[in-house]
C-alpha cells in the first residue's frame, strides 16, 4: 500500500507532526499506534464514578513557549491551574521546592528571603566536581535536606541511589530563595479545559490523518511503500535491540476512589520517605471537577512494564550513543520524542520538538 507519510506512536510527539503535515503540506498521514488510544501519556479519561483521570500519572502544562503555547491553544481551552506540591516530611506536609516557606516550616522558623539563602549557603557542601544528582543535591542545600527531601524520594523513583544517577534528575528542582510555593513559575501555565485526550482529538480531526490503533507497526511497515517516516517510539526496539536492550524506569499505578469530596491538602503529595510509593495525586484538585467522591493515584516505581523514563547513568547514554550512530545514517526515517531520542521531555518540549522537527522537513 502506497502511504507518503508514516507516523509511528499517537503520542503528543506523534500527532503534532502528523497534524502539521496534513494542514500545511495538504498530504495524507497514517498514524500507527500499539496502545487502544491517542495520546500516548497524557491520555485522559472518565472512570466509572465520572470522575476524569490521567491514566499514565498527572500531566500538568506549563510553558515559557510562547509558539507552543499558542499552537496548542488552537485545539482546547485552558483552565487556570497553578501547580502546588507538599511533601510528608518528618510528620508535616512541607511545600515543595524549596522556597523560603519550606524552610522556615521544615525547621519551624520565621527566616527572611535574604536570611534563607544565607541559612542554605551554610548547609551547602563544597564538592570539587558536580558528577551526579547526589552531588548536586548535596552542593545546592546540604546534608540535612538532601537526606529529608531528596535522597530516599530518589532511590525509590529510580531504584538506585542517587551517586549513581546523572546531574540532569535533581537539577531540574529548583531552589527559590521567596515566598513563591508555585511548582512551576512558567508564564503559561494550565489544564485542558476538556481534557488531553479531547485536545488530542481536535488536533488530528483532518479527514487526511488516518490512525490505527491496536497495531504494532513491525506487522505492517513492510507492505507500506512510504517517503517519510516519523518514529517516536523505542529506539532500541526500531534496530531490534542490535546493541541491546536500553534500561528504562516504570511506574505500577494504582487508582482509588474515595468516599468523599476531597482527600488531601494539594493536588500532589510527595512521600520520600514514607511508603513504597512516590506521591499520591488527587484529580479533582487539578481538573475544577465537582463531584461528591474523589480519585486517588498512588505511584509505585517498577523496573518493568511500560517505558516511562530513560534510565539517567552514565552507561545507558554510552549504549545510546551506539543507537545514535545508526539513526544517523536513515535517510527516510526520522526519530522523534522521549522514546526515540531517549531522553526526559515535559509536554511542552515535546511539542518544540516536533514543530521544529516539521519546520527542517519543510525547509528541505
Same mark, same amino acid.
Given at each position: 500500500?502506497? @502511504?507518503?507519510? @508514516?507516523v509511528?506512536?499517537?503520542?503528543?510527539?506523534? #500527532?503534532?507532526?502528523? +497534524?502539521r503535515?496534513?494542514?500545511?503540506? +495538504?498530504?495524507?498521514?497514517?498514524?500507527?499506534?500499539?496502545?487502544?488510544?491517542?495520546? %500516548?501519556?497524557?491520555?485522559?479519561?472518565?472512570?466509572?464514578?465520572?470522575?476524569?483521570i490521567?491514566?499514565?500519572?498527572?500531566?500538568?502544562?506549563?510553558?515559557?513557549?510562547?509558539?507552543?503555547y499558542?499552537?496548542?491553544?488552537?485545539?482546547?481551552?485552558?483552565?487556570?491551574?497553578?501547580?502546588?506540591?507538599?511533601?510528608?516530611?518528618?510528620?508535616?506536609?512541607?511545600?515543595?521546592?524549596?522556597t523560603v516557606?519550606?524552610?522556615?516550616?521544615?525547621?519551624?522558623?520565621? #527566616?527572611?528571603?535574604?536570611? @534563607?539563602?544565607?541559612?542554605?549557603k551554610?548547609?551547602?557542601?563544597?564538592?570539587?566536581?558536580?558528577?551526579?544528582?547526589?552531588?548536586?543535591?548535596?552542593?545546592?542545600?546540604?546534608?540535612?535536606?538532601?537526606?529529608?527531601?531528596?535522597?530516599?524520594?530518589?532511590?525509590? +523513583?529510580?531504584?538506585?541511589?542517587?551517586?549513581?544517577?546523572?546531574?540532569?534528575v535533581?537539577?531540574r528542582?529548583?531552589?527559590?530563595?521567596? =515566598?513563591?510555593? =508555585?511548582?512551576?513559575?512558567?508564564?503559561? $501555565?494550565?489544564?485542558p479545559?476538556?481534557?488531553?485526550t479531547?485536545?488530542c482529538?481536535?488536533?488530528?480531526?483532518d479527514?487526511?490523518?488516518?490512525?490505527?490503533?491496536n497495531?504494532?507497526?513491525?506487522?505492517?511497515?513492510?507492505?507500506?511503500?512510504y517517503?517519510?517516516?516519523?518514529?517516536?517510539?523505542?529506539?532500541d526496539?526500531?534496530?531490534?535491540?542490535?546493541?541491546? +536492550?536500553?534500561?528504562?524506569?516504570?511506574i505500577?499505578?494504582?487508582?482509588?476512589t474515595?468516599?468523599?469530596e476531597?482527600?488531601?491538602e494539594?493536588p500532589?503529595?510527595?512521600?520520600p520517605?514514607d511508603?513504597?510509593?512516590?506521591?499520591?495525586?488527587e484529580?479533582?484538585?487539578m481538573?475544577? $471537577?465537582?463531584n461528591?467522591?474523589?480519585?486517588?493515584?498512588?505511584?509505585?516505581?517498577?523496573?518493568?512494564?511500560?517505558?516511562?523514563?530513560?534510565?539517567?547513568?552514565?552507561?545507558?547514554?554510552? $549504549?545510546?550513543?551506539?543507537?545514535?550512530?545508526?539513526?544517523?545514517?536513515e535517510?527516510?526515517?526520522?526519530?522523534? %520524542?522521549?522514546?526515540?531520542?531517549?531522553?526526559?521531555?515535559?509536554?511542552?518540549?515535546?511539542? =518544540?520538538?516536533?514543530?521544529?522537527l516539521?519546520?527542517?522537513?519543510?525547509?528541505?
Amino acid at each position: 500500500m502506497k @502511504v507518503k507519510n @508514516v507516523v509511528v506512536g499517537a503520542g503528543l510527539a506523534g #500527532l503534532t507532526i502528523a +497534524q502539521r503535515i496534513a494542514s500545511e503540506w +495538504q498530504e495524507e498521514v497514517l498514524v500507527i499506534e500499539k496502545r487502544d488510544h491517542i495520546g %500516548g501519556n497524557v491520555f485522559d479519561s472518565y472512570n466509572e464514578d465520572g470522575i476524569l483521570i490521567h491514566n499514565y500519572g498527572p500531566h500538568i502544562f506549563h510553558t515559557n513557549d510562547k509558539g507552543v503555547y499558542e499552537y496548542l491553544s488552537k485545539f482546547t481551552e485552558w483552565n487556570d491551574f497553578w501547580h502546588r506540591v507538599l511533601t510528608y516530611v518528618d510528620g508535616n506536609l512541607i511545600p515543595m521546592p524549596i522556597t523560603v516557606e519550606t524552610i522556615n516550616k521544615l525547621y519551624n522558623l520565621n #527566616l527572611s528571603c535574604e536570611e @534563607v539563602e544565607e541559612f542554605i549557603k551554610k548547609q551547602a557542601v563544597a564538592i570539587d566536581e558536580i558528577k551526579t544528582s547526589k552531588d548536586v543535591a548535596l552542593s545546592k542545600v546540604g546534608v540535612d535536606i538532601y537526606e529529608k527531601f531528596f535522597e530516599n524520594y530518589t532511590k525509590k +523513583q529510580w531504584g538506585i541511589d542517587p551517586g549513581e544517577i546523572d546531574t540532569s534528575v535533581i537539577s531540574r528542582i529548583p531552589i527559590r530563595y521567596n =515566598r513563591d510555593t =508555585r511548582y512551576f513559575t512558567d508564564r503559561y $501555565q494550565g489544564m485542558p479545559k476538556h481534557g488531553y485526550t479531547k485536545m488530542c482529538q481536535n488536533m488530528i480531526a483532518d479527514k487526511k490523518i488516518k490512525i490505527l490503533l491496536n497495531t504494532d507497526y513491525k506487522e505492517i511497515i513492510d507492505d507500506l511503500d512510504y517517503e517519510l517516516l516519523i518514529y517516536t517510539g523505542p529506539t532500541d526496539y526500531f534496530y531490534n535491540y542490535k546493541h541491546g +536492550q536500553l534500561a528504562y524506569r516504570s511506574i505500577d499505578f494504582k487508582f482509588e476512589t474515595m468516599d468523599c469530596e476531597k482527600y488531601q491538602e494539594a493536588p500532589v503529595v510527595n512521600y520520600p520517605n514514607d511508603y513504597d510509593f512516590t506521591r499520591i495525586t488527587e484529580f479533582k484538585q487539578m481538573t475544577w $471537577q465537582e463531584n461528591k467522591k474523589t480519585t486517588i493515584l498512588k505511584e509505585f516505581p517498577c523496573s518493568e512494564g511500560e517505558p516511562y523514563y530513560p534510565f539517567p547513568t552514565k552507561e545507558c547514554k554510552e $549504549q545510546f550513543a551506539l543507537y545514535q550512530e545508526e539513526m544517523k545514517r536513515e535517510t527516510k526515517v526520522h526519530f522523534l %520524542g522521549r522514546l526515540a531520542e531517549y531522553r526526559y521531555y515535559n509536554m511542552d518540549a515535546v511539542v =518544540r520538538s516536533a514543530l521544529d522537527l516539521f519546520d527542517s522537513l519543510e525547509k528541505k
